[in-house]
């Protein structure tokens, strides 16, 4: 679907990083974009791809007066930033007038976000990536299905196909983004009461094509359906998907090291020991129960998304679903699919509609596919 009036739209994207040069890339080659790539790192904008549509600025983003020049006049900023610098995008935001997007984990900066948009006249609409973001939209599309609720559990993971270390993973996104998931307390609803769950903890396992996988309590993966469901669900939880051993290595690094209070060591270690890859695959498993006519019923929602090229050049299942997910979202506001004023969730965005999307359609993948048993 093309942009309201069929016009070119002037986007800013925060971050040069792996996330933030794909969504670059994949509104550049739309036609229907500019894009201005914004970094503090002169190395990082070098290797954003050089394209008609696509411009560079190194900018830093604590300096207000820079960010609100560069983001006057322009349609929306997206953010690929680190989750610590969230608040500061959103409210040079605010400052230009500009809608905002990003794609965060935190909970703190999300709520901080709401808080700017409580009085914004552009749209502000977080955690737009693969969880936060498409997992909240599929979640909330098989909830509508029930006269009533039990049970809302959302498990997603973006693992290498073909994994070779203790860890069995490979740094496939930010880095501050994985640690930040594995330390901060997680949102869930137990027997109707919305709380907070330790990370790492409440470890399972299950199977899917074969193949065994562990998932634990992990921060930010709920986005908003904590508040959208509180009163209409007993049980409302995320976790995040790994291969079985992944869990006890963590907690080992994190707690009898220590590491949890170190957590730029950590990161060192993890960006100087563990490879970068192109060969993943994102797992999404998401399983809904309740009463329908009267009836116990369980649905589910399986996919798996594998690395592709795009435009031409290969990139991994991550970066698809993450920069995929976030350019649906910008697209639908920029038709007029979505409010485009205050405070959007995510589960607010329909699922047939967001699949529908040119960007959307990433989830789609014909070697697999989404399937709803």
Known sequence: MMPEGNHMKDIVVIGAGKIGSTIARMLAHSGDYRVTVADRSDEQLAAVERHDAVSTVVVDIADAVAMKALLTGKFAVLSAAPYHLTVAIAEAAAAAGVHYLDLTEDVESTRHVKRIAETAKTAFIPQCGLA????????????????????????????????????????????????????????????????????????????????????????????????????????????????????????????????????????????NALPTTTQDVVIIFVTVSGRKGGRLIQETYANKVYSAPIAGVLHSAIQITTA???????????????????????????????????????YAQDQYGARAA
């Open 132 to 271: 936060p973001g498409f997992i909240s939209i599929v979640a909330n599309d098989l909830a509508s299905r029930f006269d009533s609720l039990e049970s809302v559990r959302m498990r997603v993971g973006a693992l290498p196909q073909y994994p070779s270390n203790a860890l069995n993973y490979n740094l496939t996104w930010s880095t501050d983004g994985v640690i930040n998931e594995y330390i901060e307390p997680c949102e869930a609803i137990v027997e109707s009461a919305l709380i907070e769950v330790p990370a790492l903890e409440e470890r399972e396992e299950f199977s899917l094509d074969g193949v065994t996988y562990e998932a634990f309590n992990t921060s930010g993966g709920l986005g908003t359906l904590c508040e959208t469901l509180k009163g209409k669900v007993r049980t409302l939880n995320y976790k995040t998907i790994r291969y079985p051993g992944h869990a006890a290595i963590m907690k080992a690094l994190l707690n009898d090291l220590g590491l949890r209070h170190r957590r730029e060591v950590l990161k060192d270690i993890f960006e």
């Open 324 to 362: 995929g997910s976030i350019c649906a979202v910008l697209d639908m506001l920029a038709d007029g699919t979505l409010r485009a004023e205050g405070f959007v969730r995510q589960e607010e965005i329909a699922l047939e509609a967001f699949l529908a999307n040119r960007f959307g359609h990433h």
